[in-house]
Every structure is written in structure tokens, then in C-alpha cells.
């Protein structure tokens, strides 16, 4: 049975992590469109999936967002709640230090089970349904933003298509007009023109090259600047669609359900269920390390202690990610040193706010 203090604790924290979620969700927001816009105009998929994308790369970085909202919105609570002298009357009333980890403790139980969904299932789900999404879109010219009667860019900025009329599925065109420019041997600019009375748009062998093909028409190249031009009537063309760009980020590990990834032997699996597991445990560490450092007294400044805390916050982090790193490049077979410095850390806190409530001898000597 929850009393009035720790109702009143956990309203005030959870309002307080709520409101630096949302905080950190819309900048998160601002950095993740910017990434989706890049990979659009470097052709990776299409404009007309970008919102989707970008919702389902959002939720793939979720895990990490509210690691970073509990950790800032305890240390924001707590430590108005000591500026405002309330803990130091909650404490000459009697409040030990029990009273506050309470309420913190089923805070940080109720954040590390989130973060634990997140981490475990919604985001490499996310992950996949992104990359699902794409590659439908990408063997779709209707996905492409292709539409009749309308000038359409290629993905990837190979050139432009128009079309009279297009099939309900997307794959049968009628009259079609590509031009593409690109360099030739000799290093001049030029420009090919296709034109075709009717095409059809089809996969190769391995699934991922696409290709138009276009019947009884003609082709012309012409060299910008030049007077050399090459003009050939076919009955067939297949044009080759520009590939889609892959991005050098991309991890295949990622993306796989976790309990696939236990079950795969390789230094990527590895290092990826290592992360996805240790993330719950540094939503505990991390709030045990906000309560020693959430302590100001009334005079000190607001944000000196949260300036030290966020540099904790990234260099616990950075530990970390140095030690996936290690389990990487095939040096560890194991996450053990996750664990051991995660735990050195939830120590280090839990003796800080130790220390902060124990009893201090009185100083000089005695009487």
C-alpha cells in the first residue's frame, strides 16, 4: 500500500520524466528527419515512405531516449525539491532514506520494464518494418511517387519518367518518356532520351535490381555541347533502374527478433543482444546514480550538479559502448564486462547516497 509520500514522489518524478521525454522526443524528432531526409536524397528510398520511416526509426531509438528522460527528469525533480528546502523538512520529520528509495524504486522498476519492451522487442521490430517498408517500396513504381501525366524523379537521381497511362499494380505502362544524363568515357556530359509506345517494370533474378522495359521506340544519346548524336529505334530497351544506395550504417544483426539473435554465433549477434539486454539494468544504475548527484543545497547554482551528471550519464555510456565495441571486433565472447561495470557504477551510487544520509560526527572536541 503506497502512502501519501510516495504517491506524492512518484507523481512529482513521473511528471517530471514524462515532461523530458517529451522534450527529448522532439529533438530526437528534429535529428532523426534530418538523417531520413539525407538518405531520400541519396536515393535510399523514395520520398513517399519518408514519415514512416521516420516514426519507426524514432521507436527503434527509444530505448535509449528514455534512459536519458529518467536519468535528467529524477535528477530535475529531485533537485528542486532540494532546492526548495522540501527535502530537508521531509527529513527533520522523520524521513530517512528509505522513505525516498521507495517510491524511486518502483519508478525505476516501472522505467526498466519499458525500456526492457523497447529494447527487446519494439525496437528490432521497428527496425525491420523500416527496412520491410523500404524494400516494398523500392520494387514499386507506384511507392517511386510515379503517377500518369505527371514528370517523376528517379530514386536516387537518375533521371526523370512520364508516362500516359499506368496499370492499377503499377507494373504495366503505357507511352513512356525517361531522360538521364550521365558521363560518358571521355568525360562529356550527356544526355539519353528513351521514349517507348508501352513498358512493364520487372524484377531481376535476386530480387532487389529493378528494371523497365520499353517496346517500339527509339533512343537518343546526346553529348551536351556536341553535334554528335546517336539516334537507334529498338523493339525492345530494358533500362536499368538506379539502384537503391544502401546506408554504411546498417547492422543486419539489428534488425533480428531477440530470440533469434541468441541463438546466431557471430560477433555482431553478440554485441547486439549484450546492448539489448543491458539496457534495462542501466535504466536501475542510472537512477541510483541520480539520487547522490540530484542532492543541491538552496544557495547552489540549478544546473552545476546537472552539468557533472550529464557528463556521467555519457561517459557510463560511453564506457559501455566502448565494451560493445570490444565483443565487436571479436576480442570478447561475452557481455560480462557490461555487467561488471554497470555494476561498479550502481554501487558507486548507492555509496554516495549512503554516505549522504549517514550520520556525521560532531566537530571539535568534547566538553
Known amino acids: ?213 520499353l517496346d517500339d521506340g527509339w533512343q537518343y544519346e546526346i553529348p551536351l555541347g556536341g553535334d554528335n548524336w546517336r539516334r537507334m529505334q529498338y523493339q525492345r530497351n530494358d533500362t536499368s533502374l538506379t539502384n537503391v544506395q544502401s546506408d554504411d550504417g546498417d547492422d543486419p544483426a539489428h534488425t533480428l527478433d531477440t530470440f533469434t539473435l541468441a541463438h546466431v554465433d557471430n560477433a555482431d549477434a553478440r554485441a547486439e543482444f549484450a546492448w539489448r539486454t543491458i539496457a534495462p539494468a542501466m535504466a536501475l544504475v542510472l537512477v541510483m546514480l541520480a539520487l547522490p548527484m540530484a542532492r543541491q543545497s538552496p544557495r547552489e547554482p540549478r544546473f552545476g550538479r546537472m552539468l557533472l551528471a550529464v557528463l556521467g550519464f555519457y561517459a557510463y555510456y560511453l564506457v559501455l559502448a566502448l565494451c560493445r565495441g570490444q565483443i565487436v571486433k571479436g576480442h570478447w565472447h561475452h557481455a560480462g564486462a557490461l555487467w561488471v561495470v554497470s555494476a561498479l557504477v550502481f554501487v558507486l551510487g548507492a555509496w554516495l547516497f549512503q554516505r549522504q544520509y549517514a550520520a556525521r560526527k560532531p566537530r571539535g572536541g568534547n566538553a
Open 1 to 213: 500500500m503506497l502512502s501519501i509520500l510516495d504517491r506524492y514522489f512518484l507523481r512529482e518524478l513521473g511528471q517530471t520524466v514524462a515532461a523530458t521525454a517529451i522534450v527529448l522526443l522532439a529533438i530526437m524528432s528534429g535529428t532523426t528527419f534530418a538523417q531520413v531526409l539525407k538518405q531520400v536524397a541519396n536515393g535510399s528510398f523514395p520520398a513517399s515512405v519518408m514519415f514512416q520511416v521516420l516514426g519507426l526509426n524514432m521507436l527503434d531509438s527509444l530505448s535509449t531516449l528514455l534512459l536519458l528522460a529518467g536519468f535528467i527528469g529524477i535528477l530535475l525533480a529531485l533537485g528542486r525539491m532540494y532546492r526548495e528546502s522540501e527535502m530537508h523538512v521531509l527529513a527533520s520529520s522523520g524521513m530517512g532514506p528509505r522513505g525516498l528509495l521507495r517510491p524511486v524504486a518502483l519508478l525505476a522498476l516501472i522505467l526498466a520494464l519499458v525500456v526492457g519492451v523497447v529494447s527487446l522487442w519494439l525496437g528490432p521490430w521497428a527496425a525491420a518494418k523500416s527496412n520491410q517498408v523500404v524494400a516494398a517500396a523500392n520494387r514499386s513504381v507506384i511507392a517511386a511517387g510515379l503517377d500518369a501525366g505527371r514528370f517523376t524523379e528517379l530514386p536516387g537521381k537518375g533521371g526523370i519518367i512520364l508516362v500516359d497511362t499506368l496499370s492499377r499494380d503499377g507494373s504495366q505502362l503505357g507511352r513512356t518518356f525517361i531522360a538521364t544524363e550521365r558521363t560518358g568515357k571521355d568525360g562529356v556530359q550527356q544526355v539519353k532520351l528513351i521514349t517507348g509506345t508501352k513498358g512493364h517494370l520487372y524484377q531481376g533474378s535476386n530480387g532487389e535490381d529493378r528494371y523497365l522495359s
